[in-house]
T-cell receptor
């Protein structure tokens, strides 16, 4: 049974700081990883995809993947109050199923 | 571009009543389709997924069922709702392979 684990938080960071969100996964053959942002009462929105070891940057977001350690992270630079949301990690698609972590609630304090 | 439609947005149903939630995808062929449920303050629980017409895989035993009558249509049903069926129901689609999934706007179901 594949598992994805995240710290539920809340993670509180001051405005302008770097928020670091982490995720570990159990399936060694996982090929791809995705980060979603979910605002309260809304559906998840894809913000980052990463397929290979190393870093991938997109604007203020950087995803980091370490397949040897089965670890994926999301860094949010210059955090803004509008970044306050729950961030969900998932690996997937290879077996058709997307198993999500419970999500980390991020609070950016103005 | 691809879009996913899910309706209704909110629904209040009495215990014991039937349920039918519909999801359709536009702009792609043969998508993988998913139903998730999210209880208040909790993570996403995969309920059903489908890789083709008429093919349904169930992840969690419950009083819900799913059907895929057409390539881009996915339906979640129940014959008799329970209080525990309350939650936020999300439909999602993906292409084949280890690619990202995209979610509909969700249906907030309250069983009273």
């Amino acid at each position: 049974q594949k598992e994805v684990e995240q710290n539920s938080g809340p993670l509180s960071v001051p405005e302008g700081a770097i928020a670091s969100l982490n995720c570990t996964y159990s399936d060694r053959v996982s090929q791809s990883f995705f980060w979603y942002r979910q605002y309260s009462g809304k559906s998840p929105e894809l913000i980052m995809s990463i397929y290979s070891n190393g870093d991938k940057e997109d604007g203020r977001f950087t995803a980091q993947l370490n397949k040897a350690s089965q670890y994926v992270s999301l860094l949010i630079r210059d955090s803004q109050p509008s970044d306050s949301a729950t961030y969900l990690c998932t690996e997937g698609g290879g077996t058709y199923k997307y198993i999500f972590g419970t999500g980390t609630r991020l609070k950016v304090l103005a | 571009s691809q879009t996913i439609h899910q309706w209704p947005a909110t629904l209040v149903q009495p215990v014991g009543s039937p349920l039918s939630l519909e999801c359709t995808v536009e702009g792609t062929s043969n998508p993988n389709l998913y139903w998730y449920r999210q209880a208040a303050g909790r993570g996403l629980q995969l309920l059903f997924y489908s890789v083709g017409i008429g093919q349904i895989s169930s992840e969690v035993p419950q009083n819900l069922s799913a059907s895929r009558p057409q390539d881009r249509q996915f339906i979640l049903s129940s014959k008799k709702l329970l209080l525990s069926d309350s939650g936020f129901y999300l439909c999602a689609w993906s292409s084949n392979g280890p690619l990202e999934a995209f979610f509909g706007q969700g249906t907030r179901l309250t069983v009273v």
